[in-house]
């Protein structure tokens, strides 16, 4: 059997079985087997394309099975729906495409599904995939085609709507909004993007510049660990929104030597990587924070590279609010969030989130932006940010906190953000900045400088 078509089926039961997340599998998969960069590149292909537009894949297959698919077994159904993204999104030949995915039915030990699999496939190869495309489309209007046609559940499509009117990017004036633009770049495989840690590498060091971000670098392709710059430490793997989050921070304005900054949710510690690049020069100390010990690690080890490397501390960020009352000078709260920002890069995430999951994050976001504004110095400025656009987590959490809070302002971030971006963003009228994968390239993310009124 072809191995990159073994490794995208297992990564989709892995996915499955496991809850694993595919950006982590895959390249263990990838680097076990030992493939060359053209069946890598198949693998990668045929398992983040299966996964992200999976909801549009089982719509096809459903008008050629006549059963509820919670009677199949999981195993025919991977196979099933790998078998469907190369017949309808891939140009690969029809005999290889069928044979293959019917010969994992039978690698998976389910032998007696084989021709059941193979009768649903050849289905599948007597339409075109415009002609299944319509099918799988028709009689559906509004949200329900888009969520349809772009392979994102409904509830995510309405969340995507209201952001982007509150952003003035929403339907005007009889003008169509950009929904559509943002669902069909979430279906995207993006480019990976680097950053160039400041006073480690420069950009021309590390490759070509990137989009939006001063910074940021375009990775050649390939596996970026390959990169010598990141193979040092230097330059990281790391969205330009990531980077222009954390720079929105370290940038907007001088920093005074003594400064003390934290990182209140550090892990894997990307940003708090930028960051620690940024304090250096200024004389400022970084100390990093982040509730999990596997991921307290992985800041460890991102900040391993600077001499000496900034403090990493373990527990939940919000003790910081009796532990270290007006202590810091600078905060950034990347908080835990849904991640409906990153949903290109995240292939399985659409699909594993739950409108259910949104008021727990909120509640907690809610709660670590107390323990944020409280561990700030009168005058200090701390940084609200998310990888998602949810208004629920983004915009209403920060209304709440500066309703609650007379000595906060709400700096104008999309100005900021002016000053250090590489082009002109056409950012939102602020003071909220939020980034969007079809107007900039990055993930979605929301950014909001907050400042504290000197007592
Ligand atoms: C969005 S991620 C941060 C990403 C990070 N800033 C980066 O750029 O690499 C949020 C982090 O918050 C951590 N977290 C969740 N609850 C927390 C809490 N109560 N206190 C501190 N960290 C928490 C999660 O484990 C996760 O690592």
Same mark, same amino acid.
């Given at each position: 059997?072809q191995?990159?078509?073994? &490794?995208?089926?297992?990564?989709?039961?892995?996915?499955?079985?496991?809850?694993?997340?595919?950006?982590?599998?895959?390249? !263990?998969?990838?680097?076990?087997?030992?493939?060359?960069?053209?069946?890598?590149?198949?693998?990668?292909?045929?398992?983040?394309?299966?996964?992200?537009?999976?909801?549009?894949?089982?719509?096809?297959?459903?008008?050629?099975?006549?059963?509820?698919?919670?009677?199949?077994?999981?195993?025919?159904?991977?196979?099933?729906?790998?078998?469907?993204?190369?017949l309808?999104?891939?140009?690969?030949?029809?005999? !290889?495409?069928?044979g293959e995915?019917v010969?994992?039915?039978?690698?998976?030990?389910?032998g007696?599904?084989?021709?059941f699999?193979?009768?649903?496939?050849?289905?599948l190869?007597?339409?075109?995939?415009?002609?299944?495309?319509?099918?799988?489309?028709?009689?559906?209007?509004g949200?329900?085609?888009? +969520?349809?046609?772009?392979a994102?559940?409904?509830?995510?499509?309405?969340?995507?709507?209201?952001?982007? +009117?509150?952003d003035?990017?929403?339907?005007?004036?009889?003008?169509?909004?950009?929904?559509?633009?943002?669902?069909?770049?979430?279906?995207?495989?993006?480019?990976?993007?680097?950053a160039?840690?400041?006073?480690?590498?420069?950009?021309?060091?590390v490759?070509?510049?990137?989009?939006?971000?001063?910074?940021?670098?375009?990775?050649a392709?390939?596996?970026?660990?390959?990169?010598?710059?990141?193979?040092?430490?230097?330059?990281?793997?790391q969205?330009?929104?990531?980077?222009?989050? +954390?720079?929105?921070?370290?940038?907007?304005?001088? &920093?005074?030597?003594?400064?003390?900054?934290?990182d209140?949710?550090?892990?894997?510690?990307?940003?708090?990587? /930028?960051?620690? %690049?940024? !304090?250096?020069p200024g004389?400022?100390?970084?100390l990093?924070?982040?509730?999990?010990?596997t991921?307290?690690?992985?800041?460890?080890?991102? /900040?391993?590279?600077?001499?000496?490397?900034?403090?990493v501390?373990?527990?939940d960020?919000?003790?910081?609010?009796?532990?270290?009352?007006?202590?810091?000078?600078?905060?950034?709260?990347?908080?835990?969030?849904?991640?409906?920002?990153?949903?290109?890069?995240?292939?399985?995430?659409?699909?594993?989130k739950?409108?259910?999951?949104?008021d727990?994050?909120?509640?907690?976001?809610?709660?670590?932006?107390e323990a944020? &504004?409280?561990?700030?110095?009168p005058?200090?400025?701390?940084?609200?940010?998310?990888?998602?656009?949810?208004? %629920?987590?983004?915009?209403?959490v920060?209304?709440?906190?500066?309703?609650?809070?007379?000595?906060?302002?709400a700096?104008d971030?999309?100005a900021?953000?002016?000053?250090?971006?590489?082009?002109?963003?056409? /950012?939102?009228?602020?003071?909220?900045?939020?980034?969007?994968?079809?107007?900039?390239?990055?993930?979605?993310?929301? &950014?909001?400088?907050?400042a504290?009124?000197e007592?």
């Open positions: 059997m191995p990159a078509r073994r &490794i995208a089926y297992e990564v989709l039961r892995a996915v499955r079985e496991d809850d694993a997340y595919a950006n982590l599998v895959l390249p !263990a998969l990838l680097a076990e087997a030992r493939l060359d960069s053209a069946d890598a590149a198949l693998a990668t292909e045929l398992a983040y394309g299966t996964l992200r537009l999976r909801g549009y894949y089982d719509r096809v297959l459903s008008l050629v099975i006549d059963r509820d698919f919670s009677k199949l077994d999981p195993e025919v159904l991977d196979a099933l729906r790998l078998g469907a993204h190369q309808l999104s891939m140009r690969v030949a029809v005999h !290889a495409a069928v995915s010969a994992l039915v039978g690698s998976a030990g389910k007696s599904a084989k021709g699999a193979n009768g649903v496939l050849r289905t190869t007597r339409s075109s995939p415009e002609e299944w495309h319509a099918r799988a489309l028709a009689g559906l209007t949200d329900d085609r888009l +969520a349809a046609e772009y994102h559940p409904p509830w995510v499509v309405a969340a995507f709507r209201e952001a982007l +009117a509150a003035g990017r929403g339907e005007r004036d009889g003008r169509g909004g950009q929904l559509e633009s943002l669902l069909a770049a979430d279906t995207e495989a993006p480019y990976v993007s680097l160039a840690l400041p006073g480690l590498a420069t950009v021309g060091e490759g070509e510049p990137g989009e939006v971000s001063p910074v940021g670098v375009r990775s392709g390939g596996d970026p660990a390959a990169n010598p710059m990141v193979a040092r430490g230097r330059a990281r793997v969205d330009e929104g990531s980077q222009l989050a +954390a720079l929105a921070l370290s940038r907007c304005r001088p &920093i005074v030597a003594g400064e003390r900054w934290l209140l949710c550090a892990g894997p510690g990307g940003k708090a990587a /930028l960051l620690a %690049a940024e !304090a250096a004389g400022a100390t970084l990093a924070n982040e509730l999990i010990p991921r307290a690690r992985l800041v460890r080890n991102a /900040l391993a590279v600077f001499d000496p490397p900034p403090e501390v373990e527990g960020g919000t003790r910081f609010a009796i532990d270290a009352p007006g202590a810091f000078d600078r905060i950034l709260l990347d908080a835990p969030c849904t991640g409906l920002g990153a949903l290109r890069r995240r292939p399985e995430a659409r699909w594993r739950q409108p259910s999951d949104v727990g994050l909120t509640r907690l976001q809610g709660a670590l932006l944020a &504004i409280a561990a700030l110095k005058g200090g400025i701390l940084a609200y940010v998310t990888c998602s656009p949810h208004l %629920a987590e983004t915009r209403r920060v209304d709440a906190a500066l309703a609650a809070h007379p000595e906060l302002t700096v971030t999309p900021v953000l002016a000053e250090i971006a590489t082009r002109d963003l056409q /950012l939102g009228a602020g003071p909220a900045a939020q980034l969007w994968p079809h107007a900039h390239g990055t993930d979605a993310m929301f &950014i909001q400088l907050l504290k009124v007592s």
